[in-house]
């Protein structure tokens, strides 16, 4: 299972940017689907997450700011995120819980200027 995050980009304090992640197993079957980031020097933490029943969940740092959404179809989690701040500044990953596994996409870096 191959999982392909794109969207990071360089952007002011205000901004907004849309992640993307390609499962090529397809996303039907997961029990989850997840956003992760990591900052430098700190831990990996999750950001936002959505389950098979379209349920979702996230940090508190970003709630009311990113909005986490999936499309089967296109085998695609998506993640918006809106008013961002420089403490956004990180590598982030899309993560894929199949029951049986887990799978990393390779990270996207979004970085936020004030």
């Known amino acids: 299972v191959q999982l392909q995050a794109s969207g990071g980009g360089l952007v002011q304090a205000g901004g907004s940017l849309r992640l993307s992640c390609v499962a090529s197993a397809g996303i039907l079957n997961t029990n989850a689907m997840g956003w992760y980031r990591q900052a430098p020097g700190k831990q990996r933490e999750l950001v936002a997450v959505v389950i098979r029943s379209g349920s979702t969940n996230y940090a508190d740092s970003v709630k009311g700011r990113f909005t986490i959404s999936k499309d089967n179809t296109w085998n695609t989690v998506y993640l918006q995120m809106n008013n961002l701040e420089p403490e956004d500044t990180a590598v982030y990953y899309c993560?894929?819980?199949?029951?049986?596994?887990?799978?990393w996409g390779q990270g996207t870096l979004v970085t936020v200027s004030s």
């Open positions: 993560n894929a819980d199949y029951g049986w596994d887990r799978f």
